[in-house]
């Protein structure tokens, strides 16, 4: 361009200085390069993405910036907007100046001058790194929620995780049998009873055991509970502190009980009852009904409340 008087040069260069502060001020790498893939124009943060100081940047092609694969990859993109003028926009992985190697989306546009010539291309880059991890973990934490679901509706105990609201995240079959003909009808309605009041479902002893968890944050608590004639043992865990609680729940008035219960539920008897200790070590694999009278009187000798 040749300019007709310095005043003319003097307000061009003003123009060009404000449209620069202009795109200096975008937090988004912004760059314009010519049909020869040479840098022409780039704001702050194109500079720091690059890690590059403008100086290193103009006048410089990509190959000279940018490792040549990704080089390549430019080089071709832009050809094909050459090829057909429009916009552009896709993804891919791009090297920062911190030498990670980030996922960004490249928004690009042709630039034409006054005689309707293609002058290059003028783009920008959003880095979805972040974005993207955070979309492989949700994937992810469904496939463990879809799992964990399918393992918890497997168990023979009764499960129940409930949040900090005290409303039921999900919950088995064997829990609401646990609970009660009238919570087993709700469950055929609810599945899993979700969203369901915890209070409304369990006896003030478990409420106030998972509310007690809720609050202190503490790991885990477990006791025996009496319940509609059942002894139940029950089982109280943090899953996310002060957010998420589960509970798991066993009739321990069932007619078979596993060998190692029985074994645990031994332990806890003094030395003077050493030998209900030895009479279960010889009734274990016998019948049912021996296995549970034996059981009913380490209950008793253990002095469980009555929490009715």
């Known amino acids: 361009m040749i300019y007709q008087n310095l005043s003319q040069f003097s307000e061009d260069s003003a123009t060009l200085e404000f449209h620069q502060k202009i795109i200096d001020a975008l937090p988004i790498p912004i760059f314009y390069r010519n049909t020869n893939a040479v840098y022409v124009l780039c704001n702050k943060a194109y500079e720091q993405f690059v890690g590059r100081d403008k100086s290193q940047i103009i006048g410089f092609s990509v190959y000279d910036i940018h490792p040549s694969e990704m080089a390549d990859i430019f080089v071709k993109r832009d050809a094909e907007m050459f090829a057909s003028p429009g916009f552009q926009v896709y993804e891919t992985k791009f090297r920062s100046s911190d030498g990670v ?92 009873l979700m969203g369901a009041d915890l209070n409304s479902l369990v006896p003030d002893i478990i409420f106030k055991m998972i509310s007690n968890i809720m609050a202190s944050g503490e790991k885990a608590v477990e006791r025996d509970v009496k319940f509609q004639n059942r002894l139940l043992h029950v089982s109280v865990v943090t899953i996310y502190k002060n957010r998420v609680v589960g509970a798991v729940i066993r009739d321990m008035s069932a007619p078979m009980l596993v060998r190692d219960e029985i074994i645990k539920r031994a332990r806890f008897i003094n030395k003077q009852n050493i030998d209900t200790v030895q009479k279960i070590a010889f009734l274990l694999g016998e019948n049912a009904s021996q296995t549970e009278e034996l059981l009913n009187s380490i209950i008793e000798s253990y002095q469980y409340g009555d929490d009715e």
Do not use: Q
Not at 101 to 107: A, P, S
Not at 166 to 176: P, Y
């Open 101 to 192: 190697l980030r996922d960004v989306v490249f928004n690009k546009a042709v630039i034409f001058d006054n005689e309707g010539e293609i002058n290059g291309v003028v783009g920008s880059i959003f880095d979805i790194t972040e974005r993207k991890k955070a979309e492989v973990k949700l994937e992810r934490a469904k496939e463990s929620m879809v799992i964990s679901s399918h393992m918890l509706h497997k168990i023979t105990a009764g499960v129940v995780i409930i949040n900090k609201d005290f409303k039921v995240i999900d919950s088995n079959e064997s829990f609401s049998k646990l609970m009660g003909e009238e919570i087993e009808n709700l469950y055929e309605t609810i599945p899993g």
